[in-house]
């Protein structure tokens, strides 16, 4: 086997953002750990993870910064987001108004942000309504990226996380499409006119998650990002801000031992 090509690892700084209680630290844990909580805790301030992600010829080496969706802490938000290289804004897609509320966190992303930041929309808590099919494979690209039809074949034995079942198979609990208040055809036209990649997913099921995080890594524009040497990898720092591990997310070095993420 041929030994593999030293690459360079680049770091990014990732921001999560959305209302409260949508699924944002429930994505993360699925993305670094290959897990899933019934029981988080809110989020206090914000938690701080790093995960890394093998793409063709680099590796991204995403430092994640998992930020508080109740509205008390909205004010801390532009700490987190300066300087970000790439924002995760989620909603839950079985809640309209968290949709609403994201389109104003990707409004103040716009405004307030790096101006080149790359934003995917993602629509969480798929596992809960019955039509999951509709993107069970595909993200729904409707970014400012071109060709994108493209399915995730090359990383696909990380894109889904290996305890992934198929969506349709996390008991949609009888709630059939009741349950879904944000269309997929609403969310996927508001994400092309804001030239966002846009996903819906679900951190239960783990559909998807892999897969916005490959494509986030894709879609940054590295030539603006200064390259890090491979070694850096060591430990996973865990200076969250106001709370550095919030009770949600763990932070332990673990990060890696479950394949949750892209590598
Ligand atoms: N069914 C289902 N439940 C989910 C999913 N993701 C998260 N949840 C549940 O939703 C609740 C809130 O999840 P969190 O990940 O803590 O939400 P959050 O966005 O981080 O919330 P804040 O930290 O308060 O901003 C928890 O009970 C999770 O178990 C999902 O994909 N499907
Ligand atoms: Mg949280």
Redesign the pocket.
């Known amino acids: 086997m041929a030994e593999e090509t030293p690459v360079k690892a680049v770091q990014v700084k990732l921001v999560?953002l959305?209302?409260?209680?949508?699924?944002?630290?429930?994505?993360?844990?699925?993305f670094c750990q290959g897990d899933?909580?019934?029981?988080?805790?809110?989020?206090?301030g914000a938690?701080f993870l790093t995960q890394k992600c093998r793409l063709e010829n680099r590796i991204v080496k995403f430092e994640i910064w998992?930020?508080?969706?109740?509205e008390r802490?909205h004010s801390l938000a532009p700490m987190y987001y300066r300087n970000a290289q790439a924002a995760v804004v989620?909603y839950?897609i079985t809640k309209a108004a968290s949709l609403e509320k994201a389109k104003a966190w990707v409004k103040e992303l716009q405004r307030q942000a790096n101006a080149n930041i790359v934003i995917a929309l993602v629509g969480?808590?798929?596992?809960?309504v019955s039509d999951s099919t509709s993107s069970d494979a595909a993200p729904v690209p409707a970014a400012a990226t071109e060709e994108s039809t493209e399915t995730p074949e090359d990383d696909d034995e990380s894109s889904s996380d290996p305890s992934t079942p198929p969506a349709t198979a996390?008991s949609a609990?009888a709630e059939s499409d009741d349950a879904r208040q944000v269309p997929t055809a609403e969310a996927a036209a508001y994400a092309k006119e804001s030239g966002l990649l846009f996903f819906e997913?679900?951190?239960?099921?783990g559909?998807n998650v892999g897969e916005v995080f490959t494509e986030i890594a894709k879609t940054i524009p590295f030539d603006t990002i200064t390259p890090k040497p491979a070694t850096t990898q060591g430990g996973n720092r865990r200076n969250a801000g106001a709370n550095e591990n919030?009770g949600?997310?763990s932070l332990g070095d673990g990060q890696q031992a479950k394949k949750g993420g892209c590598c």
């Open positions: 999560l959305g209302e409260a209680a949508v699924g944002k630290s429930s994505l993360v844990l699925r899933f909580n019934e029981n988080t805790s809110p989020t206090i938690a998992d930020t508080a969706g109740q802490f989620v839950d969480n808590k798929l596992d809960l996390t609990t997913a679900s951190a239960k099921a559909t919030a949600n997310v």
